[in-house]
């Protein structure tokens, strides 16, 4: 499921350079072995959603800013059949696992499939995700941060997770290519000839874009800080949020989901459905008799947001939060959310780092 191989972040240097104008017809070679999804503009100004490519590609927008909603979509959708049922019994649902491509993933999205790989592949594999995963490649392409990106904080401004199979560096009038794997290796077999090996000017214009990147995260975190929004308790928040859950249904790591069983109107057939849902809905937690385990407003919040910094407790316990930024601009009540996780990750590196010096007072290495 995850691409193993040469996709250490320090193996950058070494890839391929891919003209602008070339990255059309590549993709149209792609498109005729597998469907291709990209970051696409829709009608409402400033939104842009994975879509998928159709007829003659032109240079797709390698600079788009962040989809509506993450590519978690295509790989657990939400609204899906698990298996029907009748007189006869339970008959479980195909599963779309057509080859497919997602490109244009920013290092923050293929961060979170990172994260989604290891939750839903550990101990007791959900193999309708694992076998659309197994099936999908990953293209990604940087960007250049806005104000409500903080991916720097967390660490996922940069693809170091070997998940992705190639990515995109925009250096102008080209693209810096790093290839990730064998299946990565594959992608460029299908159309070599567009490709070609990097000079020392491409190192150069490389290290610009990078070091570019590295002021723009930094200039945000800095005017976040100036804010000082993020001191609310969680009091405070809970009085604040509507709890409507459009954090959860944009954010990329969030796997709250419920099931629903549809029955025909004579009983003798029906259908099981997963859904996304939000640990911030008040019937989310509901048990027989009309117990709720955090009733109040602020304990489901307090919950969320922990459970993004520390994890749930199943063998995948960290940080959770990509620093995407689609909480911030989504929250209709327009809570500082970038801030307050910004900041309870960097509370996190300290403890960890406190307990880190604790458990080896002397400084050796192990």
Same mark, same amino acid.
């Given at each position: 499921?995850? +691409?193993?191989?040469?996709?250490? #972040?320090?193996?950058?240097?070494?890839? #391929?350079?891919?003209?602008?104008?070339?990255?059309?017809?590549?993709?149209?070679? +792609?498109?005729?072995?597998?469907?291709?999804?990209?970051?696409?503009?829709?009608?409402?100004?400033?939104?842009?959603?994975?879509? =998928?490519?159709?007829?003659?590609?032109?240079?797709?927008?390698?600079?788009?800013?962040?989809?509506?909603?993450?590519?978690?979509?295509?790989? *657990? =959708?939400?609204?899906?059949?698990?298996?029907?049922?009748?007189?006869?019994?339970?008959?479980?649902? %195909?599963?779309?696992?057509? =080859?497919?491509?997602?490109?244009?993933?920013?290092?923050?999205?293929?961060?979170?499939?990172?994260?989604?790989?290891?939750?839903?592949?550990?101990?007791?594999?959900?193999?309708?995700?694992?076998?659309?995963?197994?099936?999908?490649?990953?293209?990604?392409?940087?960007?250049? %941060?806005?104000?409500?990106?903080?991916?720097?904080?967390?660490?996922?401004?940069?693809?170091?997770?070997?998940?992705?199979?190639?990515?995109?560096?925009?250096?102008?009038?080209?693209? #810096?290519?790093?290839?990730?794997?064998?299946?990565?290796?594959?992608?460029?077999?299908?159309?070599?000839?567009?490709?070609?090996?990097?000079?020392?000017?491409?190192? *150069?214009?490389?290290?610009?874009?990078?070091?570019?990147?590295?002021?723009?995260?930094?200039?945000?975190?800095?005017?976040?800080?100036?804010?000082?929004?993020?001191?609310?308790?969680?009091?405070?928040?809970?009085?604040?949020?509507?709890?409507?859950?459009?954090?959860?249904?944009?954010?990329?790591?969030? +796997?709250?989901?419920?099931?629903?069983?549809?029955?025909?109107?004579?009983?003798?057939?029906?259908?099981?459905?997963?859904? #996304?849902?939000?640990?911030?809905?008040?019937?989310?937690?509901?048990?027989?008799?009309?117990?709720?385990?955090?009733?109040?407003?602020?304990?489901?919040?307090?919950?969320?947001?922990?459970?993004?910094?520390?994890?749930?407790?199943?063998?995948?316990?960290?940080?959770?939060?990509?620093?995407?930024?689609?909480? +911030?601009?989504?929250?209709?009540?327009?809570? %500082?959310?970038?801030?307050?996780?910004?900041?309870?990750?960097?509370?996190?590196?300290?403890?960890?780092?406190?307990?880190?010096?604790?458990?080896? =007072?002397?400084?050796?290495?192990?």
């Amino acid at each position: 499921m995850c +691409v193993t191989g040469c996709g250490s #972040w320090e193996g950058v240097m070494s890839g #391929w350079i891919l003209p602008q104008a070339e990255l059309g017809p590549f993709l149209q070679t +792609v498109r005729e072995q597998m469907q291709v999804f990209a970051p696409t503009a829709v009608e409402a100004e400033g939104l842009c959603a994975l879509r =998928p490519l159709n007829g003659a590609i032109g240079p797709p927008d390698t600079e788009a800013r962040r989809t509506m909603l993450p590519p978690k979509k295509l790989l *657990l =959708p939400n609204n899906e059949t698990l298996f029907t049922f009748d007189a006869e019994g339970y008959h479980p649902a %195909p599963v779309d696992d057509a =080859p497919t491509v997602l490109f244009g993933l920013h290092p923050c999205d293929l961060r979170a499939i990172s994260l989604l790989d290891r939750f839903f592949g550990a101990r007791i594999a959900d193999q309708r995700y694992v076998q659309r995963r197994a099936a999908t490649r990953l293209i990604g392409a940087d960007c250049l %941060p806005d104000d409500a990106c903080f991916c720097h904080s967390v660490v996922a401004s940069e693809p170091r997770d070997a998940v992705y199979d190639l990515f995109l560096w925009s250096l102008e009038d080209r693209f #810096w290519v790093t290839v990730n794997g064998e299946s990565g290796a594959a992608l460029i077999d299908l159309d070599r000839k567009r490709f070609r090996h990097p000079r020392p000017a491409d190192r *150069l214009a490389l290290q610009r874009r990078q070091q570019l990147r590295a002021r723009m995260l930094e200039n945000g975190r800095a005017r976040r800080q100036a804010r000082g929004d993020a001191q609310w308790s969680w009091r405070e928040w809970s009085a604040a949020c509507f709890t409507c859950g459009a954090c959860a249904m944009v954010c990329p790591t969030c +796997v709250c989901t419920t099931q629903e069983e549809h029955p025909s109107l004579d009983g003798a057939s029906g259908e099981r459905v997963r859904r #996304w849902s939000a640990c911030l809905y008040q019937n989310y937690d509901r048990a027989a008799g009309e117990h709720h385990f955090r009733n109040e407003r602020m304990e489901r919040a307090r919950n969320r947001f922990e459970h993004k910094m520390l994890g749930c407790g199943v063998g995948e316990e960290g940080v959770k939060c990509v620093g995407c930024g689609r909480c +911030v601009v989504n929250c209709p009540a327009q809570l %500082p959310l970038g801030e307050a996780l910004e900041r309870a990750a960097g509370n996190l590196q300290r403890a960890q780092a406190i307990k880190a010096a604790a458990a080896n =007072p002397g400084g050796e290495e192990s």
